[in-house]
C-alpha cells in the first residue's frame, strides 16, 4: 500500500524546500521534485535507466528544478504540471516526462512501470486546460507524453468521411491537413473552442465541438489501445483481420479491416467506453468521423436583452434542437464571457467585487450585445438553410427585444468573427482571452449537465451564479445545447499567483459540487483535484457503478500503475484517503 509518508519530499509543501536543495547541480539532475510514491531515490534511477533503454536518452526528461515549471502559456503548455493550477504549482506534476516513440516504446513502457510498481499517467498534448492539463493525479507519476512522436494523420479516407489519427495530432493539425491536401472542399473537421488540443485527447475526454458533429465520442469511430499490461487490442471491427494484411509485419503496422472506421460496434460487447474518461489503456490509433462539407454554410447570432429571457430561449430551443432544426451544437453564452474575450476586467471597471446587474447591463451595451447571446449556424445549400433560418427566426422572435446578426454584421465583434470559423470546422485560439479577465488569469471549468428546460437552466443560473458571487467571482459561463440536454460550463477565472483567489475558487468549485448533487445534477468532466469528489456524487444503489470500475480496473491492471485516481477510480493498490486533495 502506498502512502504518501513515501513519498520523498512528500507533503503538499515540502517537495518545494527539496527542490531548492537539489538546486540544479548536474548530479542533482537525476533527482526529481517528487518521486513516484513508494519508489525510492535509487530505484528511480534505475527505472528511468532502463526507460532511457526503451525510448532513448533524449526522450526522459526528470523533472528537477523550477524551470521546467515556467511553460505557463496555452501555445507553450506545461508537459509536467498543471499550469493553471489551483493548489501549489508542484503538487500535481509528475516525476518525469517520457516520450515513446511509438506504439512498441508503449507497450514497453507498461511493462517496465508494472515491473517497478510506478504510476504513469499518459496524454497526447497537454492542453487539457481547466481540467488539468498534462499532470497526473497521483503526484511524482510519469508523464507519458504520447503527443510528441506519435503525430500521424494515418488515414483520410473521403468516400467514407473519416481520419484515422494517432495521439499527437491537433484539431489545429488536422484543419491544415485537409486544407494542404486540397479536401476541405469535401471534408470539415469538428473542432473545440481551442484548437491546439489533441483529437484522441479531447474526444477520450468527451469534449465537444459546435459543428453536427460535435459530439466527438459519438463521432469516434475505431481504437487501438495498449492495455495496462502492454499487450495491443483494436477495438469494434478492428478486432476483425484484413486477409490482405502483412503478417509479417508487427500488429499495430498491419493494414486493418476496411471497415474498421465505418461501424463502431463490432461484435460482441462494446468494449470502446471502458477507454473513455477511463484508466484501463493507452489509445494509440483512433478514427474520427468528419463532416462532408454541406455545400453552403451561415452563421448567425441572436441576442436577448435581459437576464430573464433565459427561460424563454431555452424553452425556444428544446424543440428546435430535438427536431434539428438548431442543426449544429448552439451556444447560449452571458455576455460577460465575450466581454471578457473583449478585453479584461480592467478594461471595463475598477471595481474588483462581482460586477452588478447593472454593471454588466452597460457592458452589454458598450459592445452591442444582449445579456444572453445565441451562436449558431445554417449548413446545406440556399434553399435548405433559408427555410431553416425563417424557421429560427421566427421562433426567437416571440422573445421581446431579440435581435438577429450576420457576421457581416458586425465586422468588429471578435465572438462572433472567430464564432463564424469555429462553427465551420476552422479551428482557433481566440477564446484563450477570456482567461485574462483577472491578472494571472487561470481557469476552472465547472460543468454540470442539465435538461433543457427554462426552469432547469434558470435554476443552474441562479445556483452557480449566486455561489460565484458570494466567493468574490463573476459569473461567467454559456450552455452549450446537445441533442437532448446541456453541458452548462461555468467558467472559472481566478488569479492563480494570488493564494487567497486560489483558495476561494477551490472551495467555490467543491461547493458547487455538493450543490448540484443535491438538485440531481452532475458533471460531465472534471479537473483532477475534483475527480473523487464527483465521483462519490455518482453514488446510485450504494456506489454500485463505482464498485464495477473498480472491479474492471483490478482486473485489467492489477498493480494500478495506470493512472490511478483517475475519475476517482482508485486501483486497490493505492489508498485512496492517502490521496486526498489537500485544501489551503
Ligand atoms: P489535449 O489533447 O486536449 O491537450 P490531453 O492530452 O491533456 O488533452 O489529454 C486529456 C486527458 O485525457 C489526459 O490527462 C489523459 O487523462 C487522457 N488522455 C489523453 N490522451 C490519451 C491517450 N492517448 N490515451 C489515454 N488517455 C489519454
Not at 269 to 274: A, E, F, K, L, T
Given at each position: 500500500m502506498k502512502q504518501p509518508e513515501d513519498i520523498v519530499g512528500g507533503g503538499p509543501t515540502s517537495p518545494l524546500a527539496f527542490r531548492q536543495a537539489v538546486g540544479s547541480s548536474p548530479q542533482a539532475?537525476?533527482?526529481?521534485?517528487r518521486l513516484p510514491p513508494g519508489i525510492s531515490a535509487e530505484v528511480f534511477q534505475t527505472f528511468t535507466q532502463r526507460a532511457a533503454a526503451i525510448c532513448g536518452d533524449e526522450n526522459v526528461v526528470i523533472i528537477s528544478n523550477s524551470d521546467e515549471l515556467n511553460?505557463?502559456?496555452?501555445?507553450?503548455?506545461?508537459?509536467?504540471?498543471?499550469?493553471?493550477?489551483?493548489?501549489?504549482?508542484?503538487?500535481?506534476?509528475?516525476s518525469a516526462v517520457i516520450t515513446p516513440r511509438g506504439v512498441p516504446d508503449v507497450q514497453d513502457m507498461m511493462r517496465l512501470c508494472n515491473e517497478f510498481s510506478v504510476p504513469v499517467w499518459p496524454f497526447?498534448?497537454?492542453?487539457n486546460v481547466g481540467y488539468g492539463g498534462a499532470a497526473p493525479r497521483v503526484p511524482g507519476s510519469i508523464g507519458l507524453d504520447l503527443g510528441k512522436h506519435m503525430n500521424k494523420v494515418l488515414d483520410i479516407n473521403v468516400d467514407g468521411a473519416f481520419a484515422l489519427l494517432e495521439p499527437g495530432i491537433t484539431f489545429l493539425d488536422l484543419h491544415e491537413h485537409l486544407v494542404k491536401n486540397n479536401l476541405r472542399d469535401k471534408l470539415w473537421v469538428d473542432v473545440p473552442d481551442l484548437g491546439g488540443g489533441s483529437v484522441i485527447g479531447n474526444t477520450i475526454e468527451r469534449g465537444v465541438g459546435y459543428t453536427p458533429y460535435g459530439d466527438h465520442w459519438m463521432m469516434h469511430c475505431g481504437m487501438e489501445v495498449v492495455l495496462p499490461d502492454g499487450s495491443l487490442i483494436r477495438t469494434g471491427m478492428g478486432a476483425l483481420p484484413n486477409p490482405k494484411a502483412d503478417p509479417s509485419r508487427p500488429p499495430h503496422e498491419q493494414d486493418a479491416c476496411e471497415t474498421w472506421q465505418l461501424f463502431?460496434?463490432?461484435?460482441?460487447?462494446?468494449?470502446?467506453?471502458?477507454?473513455?474518461?477511463?484508466?484501463?489503456g493507452i489509445v494509440v490509433k483512433m478514427g474520427i468521423w468528419l463532416m462532408a462539407n454541406p455545400g453552403g454554410y451561415q452563421s448567425y447570432l441572436i441576442t436577448f436583452?435581459?437576464?430573464?429571457?433565459l427561460h424563454q430561449i431555452l424553452e425556444v430551443i428544446r424543440p428546435l434542437r430535438v427536431g434539428m432544426v438548431l442543426q449544429n451544437v448552439p451556444t447560449l453564452r452571458h455576455v460577460l464571457l465575450d466581454a471578457a474575450v473583449h478585453g479584461n476586467k480592467k478594461s471595463y471597471t475598477d471595481s474588483t467585487k462581482p460586477l452588478t446587474d447593472v454593471e454588466i447591463d452597460e457592458i452589454a451595451k458598450k459592445i452591442g450585445l444582449g445579456r444572453w447571446n445565441l451562436h449558431g449556424a445554417l449548413y446545406g445549400p440556399a434553399p435548405i438553410r433559408d427555410a431553416m433560418w425563417g424557421v429560427v427566426k421566427q421562433s426567437f422572435?416571440?422573445?421581446?427585444g431579440a435581435k438577429f446578426y450576420f457576421p457581416e454584421d458586425m465586422p468588429d465583434n471578435l465572438v462572433l468573427q472567430t464564432r463564424h470559423l469555429t462553427l465551420q470546422g476552422i479551428p482557433s485560439t481566440t477564446e484563450l482571452k477570456w482567461v485574462d479577465w483577472l491578472d494571472n488569469g487561470a481557469h476552472l471549468f465547472f460543468s454540470p449537465i442539465s435538461k433543457v428546460s427554462g426552469d432547469d437552466g434558470v435554476a443552474q443560473y441562479k445556483m452557480t451564479r449566486t455561489r460565484c458571487e458570494e466567493f468574490g467571482f463573476d459569473f461567467i459561463g454559456t450552455f452549450v445545447v446537445g441533442m437532448r440536454e446541456m453541458h452548462h460550463i461555468v467558467c472559472l477565472v481566478f488569479d492563480r499567483k494570488d493564494p487567497d483567489s486560489r483558495r476561494r475558487a477551490h472551495k467555490l468549485i467543491a461547493t458547487l459540487i455538493d450543490d448540484g448533487a443535491k438538485n440531481g445534477w452532475g458533471e460531465y468532466r472534471t479537473h483532477l483535484a475534483y475527480m473523487d469528489q464527483i465521483a462519490a456524487t455518482y453514488n446510485f444503489n450504494d456506489n454500485a457503478q463505482m464498485k464495477l470500475n473498480e472491479k474492471i480496473k483490478n482486473a485489467l491492471d492489477p498493480k494500478g500503475i495506470l493512472a490511478p485516481g483517475k475519475n476517482g477510480v482508485w486501483p486497490k493498490t493505492f489508498d485512496a484517503e492517502s490521496f486526498k486533495v489537500p485544501f489551503q
Open positions: 539532475r537525476a533527482n526529481p521534485i511553460h505557463e502559456s496555452y501555445l507553450d503548455p506545461s508537459k509536467c504540471h498543471d499550469m493553471y493550477h489551483v493548489l501549489e504549482d508542484d503538487y500535481f506534476i509528475s497526447s498534448i497537454g492542453r463502431n460496434y463490432g461484435f460482441g460487447p462494446y468494449n470502446d467506453g471502458i477507454f473513455s474518461q477511463s484508466s484501463l436583452p435581459k437576464d430573464e429571457d422572435s416571440s422573445i421581446p
